[in-house]
């Protein structure tokens, strides 16, 4: 699987739907102020179609699929956020917990060892996976950790989000 550098921005989102400017201009001016940061206020379904609009191969990444690339495949007990060494996240690493009080534009903090960028912080991301709080509980014992082709539950009532926020430290 492969995933764009970073968050998808108003610009592009902007392309794929022309009246999204118009319909958030209040809350983009206040929380994601330029055109290269993160598109906000969008809806999974939205997400997923503007995936589809980019063509037919483009998708959502599931959660499992996320976590990889967000820890650049490194699995250690001291790479629970990606930087390393046992290093707790810090401000400088990610855009969150009202640090800067909006969005930022992507790219402005460090990329990860795979050069991806804002996946602690600026906005949630959307996976693919239907949630379910017990769902690795519910796995076969045999199994450590997740598959790499686990795509979640097959229902559920929401969808998977992971990653940071500029608005708060989850």
């Known amino acids: 699987f492969r995933l764009q550098r970073g968050p998808v921005t108003v610009a592009q989102f902007s392309l794929f739907d022309a009246h999204y400017p118009h319909l958030h201009d209040v809350r983009l001016k206040r929380c994601s102020p330029d055109s290269d940061c993160p598109a906000i206020d969008v809806h999974w379904w939205d997400a997923w179609v503007f995936c589809r ?8 990444p599931t959660e499992v699929e996320w976590e990889y690339a967000c820890r650049a495949g490194r699995d250690g007990p001291e790479d629970l956020y990606g930087v390393g060494n046992g290093r707790a996240l810090t401000k400088s690493d990610a855009n969150f917990g009202a640090t800067e009080g909006h969005t930022t ?49 097959a229902v559920g009532s929401s969808r998977v989000v992971r990653g940071g926020s500029w608005y708060n430290d989850d």
Not at 53 to 60: A, D, K, P
Not at 126 to 153: I, K, N, T, V
């Open 53 to 60: 609009w980019i063509g037919s191969n483009y998708r959502l």
């Open 105 to 153: 534009p992507v790219g402005k903090y460090p990329p990860n060892a795979w050069g991806l960028c804002d996946l602690h912080g600026n906005v949630n991301e959307f996976c693919g996976d239907w949630y379910a709080e017990d769902w690795y509980q519910q796995r076969s014992s045999s199994l450590q950790r997740p598959c790499p082709d686990d795509g979640g539950p």
